[in-house]
T-cell receptor
Framework: ETGVTQSPTHLIKTRGQQVTLRCSSQ?????VSWYQQALGQGPQFIFQ???????GRGNFPPRFSGLQFPNYSSELNVNALELDDSALYLC????????????FGPGTRLLVL | KQEVTQIPAALSVPEGENLVLNCSFT??????LQWFRQDPGKGLTSLLL?????REQTSGRLNASLDKSSGRSTLYIAASQPGDSATYLC????????????FGTGTSLTVIP
């Protein structure tokens, strides 16, 4: 059984650019959540995907968007990057939408210059 | 909105000492609470998940308790080891928005050999 994987591990972009981050969920998991973790802070919920549909969204602007594919892997897209978008982006998968343990990937460290 | 607080923000103890990490949350209407460990620059590793109907969970040297009515959880680590050095995060899953976790900012633990 493979765990949650994310790519790339590190990324440097400039303000105004667009970025796509990828996540492969743990085998058998149909739910993927994305979190943003700024330095020294706890993770903040961006959104969740369940069976290819968005299933809840945190307080993030529309320039943060996502996709989930039939194999339950997922992408996070961020348009018009801002300096404050610099953070560790974490993906977590779980067996279902509710009540289950979330398993986190190693994260993608994004730096916006 | 659910708010999660962790005290202390940082803790340094000698090897072998027993210790307690604290987590408090403002809204007691939760599905569950989960404790995570995060090593520097890495993703989160799930330690213990406590459902709202449970009072505690144990795994090895770790014991987590939940007092929903008072909005508190503690993580007890017995016989601490240098390898326990990490940041410990607690996260609650509210009943009304069951698809996301609200995280505290964590307690940074250093165990001195």
């Amino acid at each position: 059984e493979t765990g949650v994987t994310q790519s790339p591990t590190h990324l440097i972009k400039t303000r105004g650019q667009q970025v796509t981050l990828r996540c492969s969920s743990q085998s058998g998991h149909n739910t993927v959540s994305w979190y943003q973790q700024a330095l020294g802070q706890g993770p903040q919920f961006i959104f969740q995907y369940y069976r290819e549909e968005e299933n809840g969204r945190g307080n993030f602007p529309p320039r943060f968007s996502g996709l989930q594919f039939p194999n339950y892997s997922s992408e996070l897209n961020v348009n018009a990057l801002e300096l404050d978008d610099s953070a560790l982006y974490l993906c977590a998968s779980s067996l279902s939408r509710d009540k289950e343990t979330q398993y986190f990937g190693p994260g993608t460290r994004l730096l916006v210059l | 909105k659910q708010e999660v607080t962790q005290i202390p923000a940082a803790l340094s103890v000698p090897e072998g000492e027993n210790l307690v990490l604290n987590c408090s949350f403002t809204d007691s209407a939760i599905y569950n609470l989960q404790w995570f460990r995060q090593d520097p620059g890495k993703g989160l590793t799930s330690l213990l998940l406590i459902q709202s109907s449970q009072r505690e969970q144990t795994s090895g040297r770790l014991n987590a308790s939940l007092d929903k009515s008072s909005g508190r959880s503690t993580l007890y680590i017995a016989a601490s080891q240098p390898g326990d050095s990490a940041t410990y995060l607690c996260a609650v899953r509210p009943r009304d928005t069951g698809n996301q976790f609200y995280f505290g900012t964590g307690t940074s633990l250093t165990v001195i050999p």
